[in-house]
């Protein structure tokens, strides 16, 4: 069965300073989704950016970027010039490509923006 | 456009007691989902629903009964509350169930907090 491990339950960034988020995952499969969503104190979850396993280009949207490393089976997630917006918590999911096509979430990752 | 909403947005019942959480989109998704977000669990898949008129049991469904009412909604059941249903619950939905682009994208409503009593 697949899983999604995010190590770090919590970590702060000065404000525009880089933070880098960390997940990794274990999977038998070769072809899959991988994406961060970022849960702000309304709850709401919003998708931050979206990677393909076959794709070897990490993904980047505006300030965020992905150091996708497939055969580590690794996927973080790097937050440029950091905002006081960019507080939430973050999720790392995997989308099987197979079988029921769900989504596996980690634990989340807690980042606080401070001014 | 709305996308996903759900109703209630909180919502506290004694042990025991049954209620339905309603969740409705209006971007003609053809799959919509029911999850629990439990404090250091992550999301967590309860019932699915790939296409209208199918529903599939995800990875925590007991306890729990599903509706899909028709395309825009998908409900929720508890026909008796325990502690342990204490959650928060996502409702989300997608354009497919499966496919390699981004279809399968799935868009979260804003959750309901419920406390079980």
């Known amino acids: 069965a697949q899983t999604v491990t995010q190590s770090q339950p919590e970590m702060s960034v000065q404000e525009a300073e880089t933070v880098t988020l960390s997940c990794t995952y274990d999977?038998?499969?070769?072809?899959?989704?991988l994406f961060w969503y970022k849960q702000p104190p309304s709850r709401q979850m919003i998708l931050v950016i979206r990677?393909?396993?076959?794709?070897?280009q990490n993904a980047t949207e505006n300030r965020f970027s992905v150091n996708f490393q497939k055969a580590a089976k690794s996927f973080s997630l790097k937050i440029s010039d950091s905002q006081l917006g960019d507080a939430a918590m973050y999720f790392c999911?995997?989308?099987?490509?197979?079988?029921?096509?769900?989504?596996?979430f980690g634990t989340g990752t807690r980042l606080k923006v401070l001014a | 456009n709305a996308g996903v909403t759900q109703n209630p947005k909180f919502q506290v019942l004694k042990t025991g007691q049954s209620m339905t959480l309603q969740c409705a989109q209006d971007?003609?998704?053809?799959?919509m989902y029911w999850y629990r977000q439990d404090p250091g669990m992550g999301l967590r898949l309860i019932y699915y629903?790939?296409?209208?008129?199918?529903?599939d049991k995800g990875e925590v469904p007991n306890g729990y009964n599903v509706s899909r009412l028709n395309k825009r909604e998908f409900s929720l059941r508890l026909e008796s509350a325990a502690p342990s249903q204490t959650s928060v619950y996502f409702c989300?939905?997608?354009?497919?169930?499966?496919?390699?682009?981004?279809?399968?994208?799935?868009?979260f409503g804003p959750g309901t907090r419920l406390t079980v009593l």
């Open positions: 971007m003609n998704h053809n799959s």
């Open positions: 629903s790939a296409s209208e008129g199918t529903t």
């Open positions: 990677q393909e396993a076959y794709k070897q």
């Open positions: 999977t038998s499969e070769s072809d899959y989704y």
């Open positions: 989300a939905s997608s354009l497919a169930h499966r496919g390699k682009g981004r279809e399968h994208e799935q868009f």
């Open positions: 999911a995997y989308r099987t490509h197979s079988g029921t096509y769900k989504y596996i």
